[in-house]
């Protein structure tokens, strides 16, 4: 199978050998299921000792529907092993449903996870799944990637982390450049603009206006350039003759990342945050308890955010640069407080009046 | 590197339980880009992200006051003739300077001095002193807020001419608008949450390409 449930152990505990169990029997209808205890077998293993392991059956279980579960104890003998099993979310009023599984069989305890100092794509995919319990069945390969996306986007437009240099051609005697992203692809924000070694000033067009009325049409170097919406650029003087260019610091867009090895443009420290906000976007969907329980991670990752948006907000000061920081600290985070109705049993009998 | 509206649905069907245009059945694909269509030009009004410059729509006609002003115009921010900057002005402004500012033509070696979009027509603008035959056949510079209007359920245009990250926004405001209708679908905390998120790019935005204007 390509998939596998890993119970999750913490990176810093020395992880016991394990075991694997392996489904024999005829697969159970598709779902997930989570394993209560052993049926008659070993009393000691009750909850909590005994692990809660979910179980995710694909839609389309083959006979060989073999779903390995690596349980954390080595005194298992041999042999077959009833467990306990009820459909996950659905109650035991529904589904007790008796299985059995085996044979046992010792295996090495998986490595643990070793963190990088520059995450790939693939460690945090796998940051991602254990976040959201999933194995990549629920939450599709895809699905996790654009979150993953979506999450490295938001940090560098909250923080403006992710700093370059280009070089922007100018043409003689134009003042606007349209469209700034057709020399700058990624261009987010200006931080400090150069031409020939002098730093142009950053400025408004209305304070453009209100200096020189000529000012579209006054040869010379740049001295001065301004910004309208995300990508119309004005600069003045404008070059008369000769090849001139603009030497541009900006903030910029992370490029997408699409394979395994691919590694986010973010600091590496800052790297681990972006499973947070994956999470709670996949979570998203789900809606209810789980984007309820998910909160946590969104509010650790605007947190982180924040933090790091003032270091990038205190230094882009020290050095001056030409767009203020976005102030994330004061944005109101109790939006994403939700409340839910509270469930109404259908079948739970009605409550006596207190008078009879 | 300009957005496609079709990766953008294509990238929404997990967050809509579905695979593909087939499998969502509560969302068609038309219903969806309206989605997008509406929460563009929401960003648009609310943030004016989009900022134009037009150098052809307006050609000065001789004794003409007030022209159309240019395709998907919001509001207008700056006018130029001339290579002059224009000064923005009212009606009531203008009449108070001169009862005939609507008829007097440029004199010569003078410019046109002001530009005003009030009391007349939505989407005109306004040129006192009136151009005269001198200043036929020029065109003024208007930068101005432009709405983009060109997504429609048979993606005869699929480009969204807005950095990537405003894909990210716009997909969080079609979920907030898909879970928030209602139906037998309808995720009021889904969508409340997906309109938080959305919120949240929108500050950003505002700080960031709404406040230099």
Redesign the interface.
């Known amino acids: 199978m390509a998939f596998q449930t890993l119970i999750s152990f913490q990176p810093a505990v020395q992880p016991p050998p394990h075991v694997i169990v392996t489904p024999i029997c005829a697969p159970p209808p598709s779902g997930q299921y989570e394993v209560l205890g052993a049926l008659g077998w070993l009393p000691t293993w009750q909850p909590p000792l005994f692990p809660k392991v979910n179980i995710r059956v694909p839609q389309a279980a083959a006979p060989a529907w073999a779903v390995p579960i690596f349980l954390p104890y080595t005194e298992l003998p041999e042999g077959f092993l009833p467990l306990t099993y009820r459909r996950f979310n659905y109650g035991l009023a529904q589904a007790i449903t008796g299985l059995t599984i085996g044979p046992l069989t010792t295996a090495a305890a998986p490595a643990p996870t070793t963190v990088a100092c520059a995450m790939t794509v693939a460690e945090l995919r796998l940051q991602v799944e254990q976040r959201v319990d999933d194995p990549a069945i629920y939450?599709?390969p895809?699905?996790i990637l654009?979150a993953i996306n979506?999450s490295q986007?938001?940090w560098?437009?909250?923080t403006r982390c992710l700093e370059k240099q280009a070089s922007f051609t100018l043409t003689n005697a134009v003042a606007?450049y349209?469209d700034i992203?057709l020399q700058i692809?990624?261009f987010?924000?200006p931080l400090r603009v150069y031409h020939s070694g002098t730093r142009l000033i950053a400025d408004?067009?209305?304070n453009l206006?209100l200096r020189d009325?000529?000012w579209?049409?006054r040869a010379g170097n740049p001295t001065r350039y301004?910004?309208?919406?995300?990508?119309?650029l004005a600069i003045t003087p404008q070059p008369a003759s000769g090849v001139h260019t603009l030497d541009f610091w900006y903030a910029a867009?992370p490029a997408?990342l699409v394979g395994e090895s691919d590694t986010p443009q973010i600091p590496p420290e800052q790297q681990i945050f972006l499973p947070d906000c994956a999470a709670w976007i996949l979570r998203?969907?789900e809606?209810?308890v789980e984007?309820?329980s998910a909160k946590k991670f969104l509010d650790r990752f605007l947190e982180a955010a924040a933090k790091h948006g003032q270091f990038v907000g205190a230094r882009s000061q020290g050095q001056l640069y030409d767009?203020?920081p976005?102030?994330l600290a004061s944005?109101d985070r109790s939006?994403?407080l939700?409340?839910?109705k509270q469930q109404v049993n259908p079948v739970a009998p009605p409550q006596p009046k207190a008078n009879q | 590197?300009s957005l496609n509206i079709t990766t953008l649905i294509q990238?929404l069907w997990?967050?809509?339980?579905a695979s593909n245009a087939a499998d969502a059945v509560f969302w068609p694909d038309s219903e969806l880009t309206r989605y997008f269509a509406e929460s563009l030009k929401r960003l648009a009004q609310r943030i004016?992200?989009?900022?134009?410059?037009d150098t052809t729509s307006i050609t000065f006609v001789a004794g003409t006051a007030i022209y159309d002003a240019p395709a998907r115009h919001l509001s207008t921010?700056?006018v130029?003739s001339e290579?002059?900057?224009l000064t923005a002005s009212s009606t009531k402004e203008l009449e108070a300077r001169d009862s005939l500012f609507q008829t007097r033509q440029v004199a010569a070696t003078k410019h046109i001095r002001d530009w005003y979009s009030d009391k007349i027509v939505t989407n005109k603008i306004g040129f006192t002193p009136v151009p005269s035959a001198a200043l036929a056949g020029l065109h003024p510079?208007v930068?101005f807020h432009q709405f983009p209007c060109n997504l429609d359920s048979a993606h005869t245009d699929v480009a969204i001419d807005?950095?990537?990250?405003c894909g990210?926004y716009l997909?969080f405001c079609v979920?907030a608008e898909a879970?928030g209708k209602e139906g037998d679908l309808q995720?009021p905390?889904?969508a409340?949450?997906?309109k938080?998120?959305a919120?949240?790019?929108e500050?950003?935005f505002k700080?960031?390409?709404g406040m230099?204007?």
């Open positions: 939450y599709s895809d699905e654009h979506i986007r938001v560098c437009l909250l606007f349209d992203r692809p990624d987010l924000l408004t067009l209305h206006n009325s000529t579209r049409a301004a910004m309208a919406g995300w990508k119309l867009e997408t998203l969907k809606g209810s984007l309820q767009s203020p976005f102030d944005w939006r994403f939700i409340k839910l | 590197m990238n997990p967050f809509l339980h004016g992200i989009f900022v134009a410059r921010l700056h130029a290579g002059r900057p510079e930068i807005a950095p990537v990250v990210d997909e979920i879970y995720m905390e889904v409340q949450s997906a938080a998120f919120d949240l790019f500050a950003t700080h960031y390409w230099s204007q």
